[in-house]
């Protein structure tokens, strides 16, 4: 029997260096370039610069090897992907490349080749492959659930990493740009706005730390407006069976219906998806890029600057206000205050006339009253004699009652009047009431005195009237009907 001789464990250091192995190779770069699905130029400088790199100073590029499918495994061959079926095609092959490449693994793998059978796995599978990618609907439906990068990045990076970490992603994402889409039918008509943008060579670069402002915003302004066309009908169908419903096992048209109204709803609901995430790529992009941030700034500083100008002429423009409406108000109260002055000087000369007035009328009620006392008057009563001196204080001034109170004697004849001028006083009564000249209520004065003469007997006066004197008597009566008081008709 052996013996068995038992160790203790190896005893390995602990404080081993550690170095960082950057991956390389013309292998790497083929995987990188199926990954994120490179253009063939960026792909060839690659390839170049990996087999310059292998082949030293000849620069010699070695014709690359497709891979066998007999010798691949059942469980390798359901990884591979139909361009690596047909050949190792690029993404972006063409149909006529399509087909070379099929008709080439035809001759390889076709069961009359091999002798595997009508059921060999690796025929069906390039047949399948070829079904798949020459019909545009189904190659864009398989295109669109390849291995791919959904990544984006957190949004809280700084400054210094903002365009190697966006870049790469944006660049990534142009795959799917439905802009760029060769199947997709593009507009032949001559107008300008076509001819502009059959001039665009491409979308909009992502540019540098030096890139125009414009040239920014026309870059976020494209991916603003951007369409996918990456079609998730595949992974919805897979989701679908995945829930018990497998559409090719139906019997059912009704079945058969709802599979697929529920593989379209999935396809949808992905489709959102999927321009969500685009969507938060540029807002997170937006948010952390340092040329928008420097642009808000400025616009910011912009503002500010605006609104202190703005502040600054509105502060002037009250200033000025207040100052004009101080200004108005002084001279509002040095106005008023005039006005009020000569208002009170007014007020006090009327006060002054007033008083005048009211000497000059008392002096004539008692020139009047004495006059009247003497019977020597016109008056036939007191009452006619009142009703006469007020009408007169009423409709003259004082300094035309002076007069008439002068006529008469002035203060200093109260107790002995001079009656001749009376007969001013009563042509003034007359005159202001039937509104008649002087000189005609004299005439009338006379007239009527030589009448009442004629009658007591001391001359016969015969006197006919004019058609003048009647037409006055006519106005007179109409305008003092026999209606009125005696004392004011007459």
């Not at 035809?106 to 599978?125: I, M, N, Q, S, W």
């Not at 007069?403 to 008469?408: K, T, V, W, Y």
Request: hydrophobic fraction near 35%; glycine fraction near 4%; proline fraction near 3%.
């Amino acid at each position: 029997m052996a013996c068995v001789k038992t160790i203790s464990a190896l005893d390995w250091p602990t404080n081993l260096p550690t170095k960082t192995v950057q991956c390389a190779g013309l292998a790497f770069i083929d995987w990188e370039a199926f990954r994120q699905g490179i253009e063939d130029e960026s792909l060839e400088e690659m390839n170049s610069e990996g087999n310059s790199c292998r082949n030293g100073v000849s620069g010699e590029e070695p014709k690359k090897e497709t891979t066998n499918l007999l010798k691949v495994s059942s469980r390798r061959l359901d990884k591979l992907t139909y361009y690596d079926v047909l050949g190792d095609l690029p993404l972006h092959a063409t149909a006529e490349e399509m087909k070379k490449a099929y008709h080439k693994a035809c001759l390889a793998y076709h069961p009359d080749k091999t002798g595997r059978g009508e059921d060999d796995e690796v025929f069906l599978k390039v047949k399948a492959a070829f079904d798949t990618l020459s019909d545009k609907t189904k190659r864009k439906a398989y295109d669109s659930q390849m291995p791919f990068d959904d990544s984006i990045p957190k949004g809280n990076e700084i400054e210094a990493e903002f365009y190697d970490v966006y870049g790469p992603v944006f660049e990534r994402n142009l795959r799917f740009d439905d802009r760029l889409n060769p199947d997709k039918k593009q507009p032949v008509s001559g107008g300008k706005k076509n001819r502009k943008k059959k001039s665009q060579k491409g979308p909009p670069s992502f540019g540098n730390n030096d890139t125009p402002l414009d040239h920014v915003h026309a870059f976020y302004d494209y991916w603003t407006h951007f369409e996918s066309w990456r079609d998730f009908s595949l992974e919805a169908a897979k989701l679908t069976n995945n829930e018990n419903f497998d559409a090719d096992n139906v019997d059912s048209r009704y079945e058969k219906r709802f599979i697929q109204k529920e593989i379209d709803r999935k396809a949808k609901a992905l489709k959102r998806e999927e321009m969500a995430r685009i969507n938060l790529l540029v807002e997170r992009a937006m948010a952390v890029d340092p040329r928008l941030r420097r642009e808000k700034i400025r616009a910011q500083l912009e503002k500010e600057r605006i609104e202190i100008v703005k502040r600054e002429k509105q502060e002037q423009l009250e200033r000025e206000t207040k100052e004009r409406t101080e200004t108005e108000q002084k001279k509002k109260a040095v106005r008023e205050a005039t006005e009020k002055e000569e208002k009170a000087v007014a007020k006090a000369q009327k006060e002054k006339e007033k008083k005048i007035l009211r000497k000059a009328k008392a002096l004539m009620r008692k020139l009047c009253i004495a006059a009247f006392e003497t019977g020597k008057t016109f008056w036939t009563s007191m009452d006619a004699m009142y009703n006469d001196v007020d009408y007169l204080c009423e409709q003259l001034d004082a300094v035309q009652l002076g007069e008439l109170s002068a006529n008469l004697g002035g203060a200093d004849a109260i107790e002995n009047p001079e009656l001749e001028g009376m007969v001013l006083v009563q042509a003034k009564v007359v005159s202001l009431r039937e509104g008649k000249s002087r000189e005609e209520v004299i005439a009338i004065l006379k007239r009527e005195k030589a009448l009442k003469q004629g009658k007591n007997g001391s001359a016969n006066i015969s006197c006919v009237w004019t058609d003048e004197q009647n037409k006055q008597l006519q106005d007179g009566l109409s305008k003092f009907p026999a209606s009125l008081d005696k004392n004011e008709r007459w």
